[in-house]
């Protein structure tokens, strides 16, 4: 199998690295806007460079899109149209519009796709779905979900970024869905400044906090930063009438217990996403090499994705318009 990259920065070539060493995988090429960065993988990797996106979609049996999210929408269109299974970061593109333009590009075109959602490989996530599922935590009653980050990202990505929310929580929202089997019915969410000027000159925010209200009257509520200083955090709890389950709560987890004689979590802490999630990226897309080739379901479609971009508007027109907002007022449009 040949697979064409296209946007190897950080986790595009860590993606190329996994896909390389898959057993059916007989050729790897990447391409980037920028071509040097192209080359300077393709060198470390020992893999082929290409000098544009499309000469990575000629010739190859699964395209991986990896670039800016800016790029996201119009690269898997152009790999629909082409009839190549195609595996893309998240977003899927920087609008409900645009996500329904892939949607249907994928649709018409038939072909294998598979979001970037990598929490639905991690362990833990899979453990507390499969204990809701199971009925082992009882009937579910409330949810805790948390994303900090431990550092902002560069101030040229925030402008572009669509915010908090569609940025980072979109992750929390994708894996509320997936646990708990549950749609969210309505969001209420606030934010504030605290950090560098750069998040409220783009009408974006730093600290999050939001409360979902799910369609079976499960209550969750969310918290996020930019600025985490104990190190990035990435935790749910599920709460039941049986049990309750906690992800994230490891030796890892940048806590300090303020009990006397506790010494967990041990430490260190997690700083970035990539030490935290590394073995779920991994076997995310080496199931996509096995959905390119027809072997599994896709583990998380564009229309999966487009519904945790609802929750992510939803969530980001409640909080600039400070009132709660149902989902399917965003999905009306
Ligand atoms: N799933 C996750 O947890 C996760 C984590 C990090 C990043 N991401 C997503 O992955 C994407 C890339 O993030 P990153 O951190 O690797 O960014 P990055 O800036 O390190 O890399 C992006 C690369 O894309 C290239 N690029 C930009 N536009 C392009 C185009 N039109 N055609 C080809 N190449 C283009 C850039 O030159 C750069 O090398 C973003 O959409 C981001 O949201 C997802």
């Not at 935590?137 to 979900?145: C, D, F, P």
């Not at 646990?179 to 950090?195: L, P």
């Not at 906090?209 to 749910?236: E, F, H, I, P």
Request: with cysteine; hydrophobic share 45%.
């Amino acid at each position: 199998m040949r697979v064409g990259f296209v946007g190897v920065g950080r986790i595009g070539a860590a993606h190329a690295q996994v896909v390389r060493d898959h057993p059916a995988v007989t050729e790897v090429r990447v391409a980037d806007a920028d071509p040097a960065r192209a080359r300077k993988v393709a060198d470390e990797l020992g893999v082929g460079a290409v000098a544009t996106p499309a000469d990575a979609f000629r010739d190859v049996d699964a395209v991986v899109v990896a670039a800016a999210t800016a790029a996201h929408a119009e690269l898997m269109t152009a790999a629909a149209r082409a009839g190549l299974p195609v595996f893309c970061e998240k977003p899927v593109a920087v609008d409900v519009a645009g996500t329904l333009e892939v949607l249907a590009a994928v649709e018409a075109a038939g072909v294998p796709n598979q979001i970037g959602f990598q929490r639905r490989f991690d362990a833990g996530y899979v453990a507390a779905r499969r204990a809701v599922r199971d009925g082992v935590i009882g009937e579910l009653r409330r949810v805790h979900l948390i994303t900090a980050d431990a550092e902002p990202p560069h101030p040229s990505y925030v402008p572009t970024s669509g915010g908090i929310f569609r940025d980072c929580h979109i992750h929390d929202f994708d894996i509320l869905r997936w646990v708990t089997g549950r749609e969210v019915v309505s969001v209420y969410a606030i934010g504030a400044n605290r950090g560098a000027e750069v998040f409220a000159t783009s009408g974006d925010v730093d600290e999050s906090a939001a409360v979902l209200t799910l369609d079976d009257g499960t209550l969750a509520t969310l918290q996020g930063s930019r600025y985490n200083g104990g190190g990035y955090d990435v935790r749910m709890e599920i709460a039941g009438t049986a049990a309750t389950y906690a992800v994230g709560l490891d030796d890892h987890a940048p806590l300090v217990s303020a009990e006397p004689g506790v010494a967990f979590p041990a430490g260190p802490s997690f700083r970035e996403f990539w030490s935290r999630f590394r073995p779920a990226y991994e076997a995310e897309i080496s199931a996509f090499v096995d959905v390119a080739r027809g072997e599994r379901e896709s583990p998380c479609t564009v229309a999966d994705a487009l519904e945790s971009f609802y929750v992510a508007d939803a969530a980001t027109r409640s909080r600039v318009e400070g009132r709660p907002v149902t989902v399917d007022e965003v999905r009306a449009g």
